[in-house]
């Protein structure tokens, strides 16, 4: 694809150059700052003075000034011609012979007394642009010879040459390129690297050069373009490899030069232009009869045989400019890349972010989101440029002004989208996902609350499942643009959450109370009522608690006590007294009850108000249901349950105030039992289980119950007390209902007791109490599991008391041993108490044979605090 890369403008015209003269033809040129030095085939030097001249509409021209020219007296064209400013010498190679001319006066140098200054034989010569040498008054040379296979390297003064190294070649060279110590050599059959420091030699590839003309250029250090066969301009480094893609030009390529990033070719008709980063062809421009290319430190000079011209580049950044304008986006990148190195740091890293910026409006516009994004990124945009391009989206009090001169040529999104939907949506959805993307990134950095508000207005307007997510976080949208935008998409739990995150909570409860209460229409969170008693669960503000907590109440009161009994962890340092709860839940009997059992049985709290409290409300609620007619079983089981659950847990609850509320209540009887077990009633108890509700089963749990905090004692107790109540046939009698089934029915009880609980009772006891006319084959399994236990413990014991006394043997056996050991004391020796020697032979041993002083022991067991007496006390010495 092309592009306008350079301007081919005249430079000398053909009358300036050679007036009438038709025979006379360009050979060579060269170019020294403003300095144009062009050698023709009638043997002359023409200079001239090129000025370049800008219109008033930015036009660029020359304006060529003929100042001298000089015949050389050979008769020959001038084949060579090479400026070397530093000595104002021109190298020139006429009829074979290189020689150095004034470039001032075009007067040949005479040649200096020490040395010549003229080499004969030359067929082609160049200067090394990279010298080795550190004379900056001395010019390194290459030279060809006419029938020799050598390279010389030349010294050039500036009244002399100097021969400094002569170089072999396996063929006649017909072209050269120096820099450094490489040669670049173009043989007969081959191209080739030489290194002519130590002779290392690289053959590149095959070349004929009689077919066409071989072109050898130094491009940049250690690199050169060759032509190659099959139409191909290759590079190759120092090393003979090629870093760079081969360039893809014309077979009868003439001349070539490079004006970074391009390299510029010419053939009989055409002169092309190829990219060197991407190796694409860029421009063609039409140029009939040129015989000439070159570059001149970075300016692109080439001739016809009548005239010469300049090619001029464009300015990079209308380049640039010029391939975003056609959408050409990587090549534009491309361009902008690689001419990184001709452009100063910061003026590069300002033009490439605007070129990235650019580039990334130029995808988006064509919907190539991925690659957009990409670019944005790295270009660094300030992402109010995109959101300015969606209307409204802007908070209206943002300064942010665009960009100027504008990156992109779209007014907004419906100038982009033209009326299409479908690319207004996608465009939302890409906008939705970068700035969800960069939100928290720095490229967010200052433009916050216009990123955040523009956000929340796309989540509102697309219905987006992250606009609850984007207020429950950290955000920065503005209350007064966002309001509206969100009341608009009737989005009002969303409106709370931003009431919230804007520190005004009375709003928000406002808010989401009139959606509760069916006010206001959204089904955002259809768990909405359980949010607000979360909300309020949470929040440190007690005021709104106990403003908004009797709405609740009214509303579902299982839930709403939650309110109270879920406090947050954060809330806890300023949490509600539960004394002031109770008092705000009277009127809620539901919630109180539920309160209380998170005081009592979640948190447990030892307050014997809140556990009587607790028990009387269980107590009125079975009650009430106690005296519905008729009486629902079902929902009689469960408070029942919680009831008799509470009184045989709890020991903190007034079982006397709570007796005396059921005391004529023959329906509840078993709880009349657990509170006499309460106020260690037992009889009473068990009179109740055993005579009055026959629950067998519960009476044995009683004692279990009853005795589960006390020793064996207390608990063999309460079961004797249990089989004298079934054993008694007075109390039997005394009851109103007994019968002889249930005489039977009482003794069948004790024997069961007996048999499943005998390890409890006193055998000898039980034996005594029983009555004289039982069968032992009722007893069996009591007795068996009697006697067998009498024995382990009997036999358990005898071994106890053998192990004891043969640790009572070992001990007066070491007592015995320690007192007959000898004791050994000298003034040398120190007590271990107080590190002082003996004075006396009156010491005390410690066990383990250790002499101290007897007052140091007396001391320390005065000082003990319990009193312990060490043993071991003797005076043998």
């Given amino acids: 694809m092309s592009i306008k890369a350079f301007e081919l403008i005249p430079a000398v015209e053909r009358d300036l150059l050679m007036g009438d003269k038709a025979r006379i033809k360009i050979e060579c040129i060269e170019c020294c700052g403003k300095h144009l030095y062009v050698g023709t085939n009638d043997c002359f030097i023409h200079h001239f003075l090129l000025d370049e001249v800008t219109s008033a509409k930015g036009k660029l021209t020359y304006s060529a000034q003929k100042l001298l020219h000089k015949y050389l007296g050979l008769k020959k064209p001038v084949a060579e011609l090479r400026a070397a400013s530093a000595l104002e010498r021109l190298i020139v190679l006429c009829d074979g012979i290189v020689f150095l001319v004034d470039m001032v006066t075009l007067e040949t140098v005479p040649s200096a007394a020490g040395g010549g200054a003229k080499i004969r034989g030359v067929t082609a010569f160049c200067i090394n642009e990279n010298p080795v040498n550190g004379d900056p008054f001395c010019v390194e040379m290459g030279v060809l010879s ?38 670049c050599l173009a043989l007969a059959t081959q191209y080739m690297i030489l290194n002519y420091n130590t002779g290392a030699a690289q053959d590149l590839f095959p070349y004929n050069s009689e077919e066409r003309r071989p072109i050898v ?15 191909l301009g290759m590079f190759a480094n120092a090393e003979g490899a090629s870093q760079r893609a081969p ?98 740091k910061e003026k590069f890293l300002s033009l490439h972010k605007r070129i990235l910026q650019q580039a990334g409006f130029i995808q988006f516009g064509q919907l190539q989101f991925i690659e957009a994004k990409e670019h944005f990124r790295k270009g660094q945009l300030d992402v109010r440029e995109l959101i ?24 907004d999104l419906n100038h982009l989208a033209q009326g299409n939907q479908e690319k207004v949506l996608e465009c939302k959805k890409f906008l939705i996902s970068y700035l969800g993307e960069v939100r928290s990134t720095e490229v967010a950095n200052g433009c916050r609350e216009d990123v955040d508000t523009a956000l929340l207005k796309l989540y509102a307007e697309q219905d987006h499942e992250s606009l609850l997510d984007l207020l429950a976080s950290d955000n920065a949208c503005l209350l007064a643009d966002c309001v509206p935008w969100l009341e608009k998409y009737h989005k ?3 409106l709370g959450l931003l009431y919230h995150s804007n520190g005004q909570d009375p709003a928000a409860l406002q808010m989401w109370i009139r959606v509760a209460d069916g006010d206001l229409q959204d089904s955002t969170r259809p768990d909405l009522f359980e949010y607000i008693v979360d909300f309020l669960c949470s929040t440190s503000n007690q005021d709104l608690v106990w403003k908004y907590a009797n709405w609740a109440l009214h509303k579902d009161p299982t839930i709403a006590v939650h309110i109270f009994s879920k406090r947050s962890a954060e809330t806890a340092k300023s949490d509600l007294k539960p004394d002031d709860v109770i008092t705000y839940l009277g009127k809620h009997r539901v919630a109180l009850l539920l309160y209380l059992e998170h005081l009592v049985l979640e948190r447990h709290i030892q307050k014997e108000k809140y556990h009587t409290h607790l028990a009387v409300l269980y107590m009125d609620r079975v009650l009430s249901l106690l005296s519905e007619s008729p009486t629902n079983q079902e929902q ?43 106020l260690e009633e037992h009889n009473e108890a068990l009179h109740i289980l055993v005579h009055k509700l026959r629950d067998f089963s519960s009476a044995e749990a009683y004692c279990i119950w009853a005795s589960s905090y006390q020793d064996s004692a207390y608990r063999q107790q309460l079961f004797h007390l249990l089989l004298g109540m079934y054993l008694d046939k007075n109390a039997a009698v005394e009851s109103q209902t007994a019968t002889c089934e249930d005489s039977g029915a009482l003794e069948m009880a004790a024997v069961d007791l007996l048999n499943r609980h005998g390890e409890v009772f006193d055998a000898v006891r039980v034996l005594r109490t029983l009555p004289d006319n039982w069968s032992l084959q009722l007893l069996r399994p009591f007795l068996g599991r009697t006697i067998r236990a009498n024995m382990h413990a009997s036999r358990t014991s005898q071994i106890a008391l053998g192990l ?59 000082d003990s605090p319990t009193k312990k007496q060490l043993t071991n006390r003797n005076n043998h010495t």
Wanted: with cysteine.
């Fill in 146 to 183: 006419l029938k020799r296979r050598t390279v010389q390297i030349y010294m050039v003064y500036e009244d002399r040459v100097q021969l400094l190294k002569e170089v072999t070649t396996p063929e006649q060279p017909c072209a050269v390129c120096l820099d450094g110590y490489f040669l």
């Fill in 217 to 231: 250029k130094r491009i940049g250090r250690e690199e050169f373009l060759l032509a190659a066969p099959g139409g």
């Fill in 247 to 344: 360039v893809n030009w014309s077979e009868s390529v003439i001349g070539t030069a490079v004006c970074f990033p391009y390299v510029v070719a010419l053939d009989e008709s055409f002169i092309t232009i190829h990219s060197m980063l991407d190796q694409q062809l860029k421009q063609t421009l039409s140029f009939r009869d040129g015989h000439i290319l070159q570059d001149f430190e970075g300016k692109v000079i080439l001739a016809s045989t009548k005239a010469v011209y300049i090619l001029v580049p464009l300015p990079l950044e209308r380049q640039i400019q010029d391939l975003l304008a056609s959408h050409r986006v990587e090549e534009a990148l491309i361009l902008t890349e690689g001419a990184q190195r001709n452009i100063p």
């Fill in 388 to 411: 300015s391009l969606y209307p409204l989206l802007l908070p209206a009090s943002s300064s942010f002004t665009r960009c100027h001169p504008p990156l992109h040529e779209f007014a």
């Fill in 492 to 494: 009002y739990f969303a």
């Fill in 636 to 678: 009689l089981s469960k408070p029942r349950e919680q009831l008799q659950a509470l009184l045989r847990e709890s020991s903190l609850y007034r079982a006397q105030y709570l007796l005396g509320k059921m005391e004529n209540c023959e329906q509840l009887l078993l709880e009349r039992a657990l509170l006499h077990g309460k």
């Fill in 804 to 862: 004891a006394h043969s640790e009572h043997l070992q001990l007066l056996h070491d007592k015995l041993k320690e007192t007959k050991k000898p004791i050994t004391v000298s003034a040398k020796k120190g007590c271990h108490l107080c590190h002082n020697t003996f004075s006396e032979p009156d010491v005390v041993c410690l066990p383990g044979g250790v002499p101290v002083h007897a007052h140091c022991v007396a001391q320390r067991v005065k």
